[in-house]
């Protein structure tokens, strides 16, 4: 008996675009962060990037969530929103983004591992769990073993790992929710929430930046970073969750280190061994 043939559909072309946006959005970020705090960088793109949504959908003609939803909203947008961008730039900012978009692309692990835990699971078959094993050999082998790592470094790896679980846990615990709402509703709720509870982290340091000494290209990249990167692909990764299932939809964050590196090594000039 042979297995049902994937087809390609438009959701699947939308995710190539996220993995296009999301992997050049590292060289982005770093190359923002050189004249910005990591914490007030995020906090000023979070801002732009949910008062878009959450404009965008009050024209859609979207309204609030039902009262017995808002408290797994809450939880993802301080886990998907807070807790990921929190950890994602403080660790992007401590290591490279070869390592970063490395370790970020383990995300389909994380989704497979936290879907087994799920009440709404999807089904794991053998030739993914040896996907798993080879994953964290892989992980260990490149960023790990095969690289000298500082002290820094391997705080930044260990941060961008955290990420990496509260992203997936965005996205597991998302399936839900999207039985009975828009990918756009939903991102523009947690996003809401997510950037609220970060304010307090991102302020302080917005206070003593010295905005004269912050190029031009940082706010190009700060603007096109909240707009893109958060506006935009926070919405088409819930659609090819909604369409296609959270596994399926994870395996394309597999892509973006791919991207991350190319970018990096033209942008940044960060060797690729």
């Known amino acids: 008996m042979t297995s049902p043939r994937v087809q390609f559909s438009l959701p699947d072309l939308l995710l190539l675009l996220v993995v296009f946006i999301w ?53 993802l947008g301080l886990a998907g929103h807070c807790g990921y961008q929190l950890t994602f730039v403080a660790g992007l900012a401590r290591t490279s983004v070869t390592n970063s978009s490395l370790i970020a692309g383990c995300l389909p692990v994380t989704v497979l591992l936290l879907n087994t835990l799920s009440r709404h699971r999807e089904r794991v078959g053998r030739l993914q769990w040896v996907g798993v094993g080879l994953a964290f050999v892989g992980l260990y082998l490149v960023v790990g073993a095969g690289a000298q790592v500082s002290r820094d470094s391997l705080v930044g790896d260990l941060l961008v790992i955290v ?39 991102g302020v302080p340091s917005l206070v003593t930046t010295d905005w004269g000494q912050v190029g031009v290209w940082a706010w190009v990249g700060l603007v096109a970073s909240g707009l893109l990167a958060l506006s935009l692909c926070h919405v088409l990764w819930y659609v090819g969750v909604q369409r296609l299932g959270g596994a399926r939809t994870a395996l394309y964050s597999n892509l973006i280190p791919v991207v991350a590196m190319s970018v990096a090594a033209v942008t940044l000039r960060e060797p690729i061994g």
């Open 23 to 75: 992997g050049s959005n590292f060289s982005v970020v770093k190359a923002a962060l050189e004249s910005m705090p990591p914490l007030g960088f995020n906090a000023v793109r979070l801002v732009i990037a949910s008062s878009v949504l959450v404009v965008v959908a009050r024209r859609a003609g979207f309204g609030l969530p039902a009262r017995e939803d808002w408290q797994r909203l809450l939880a």
């Open 163 to 201: 990420s990496v679980c509260c992203w997936g846990w965005y996205t597991v615990g998302s399936r839900r929710l999207l039985e009975r709402y828009s990918p756009l509703q939903i991102t523009a709720c947690t996003m809401a929430i997510g950037t609220i509870a970060f304010l307090p982290f």
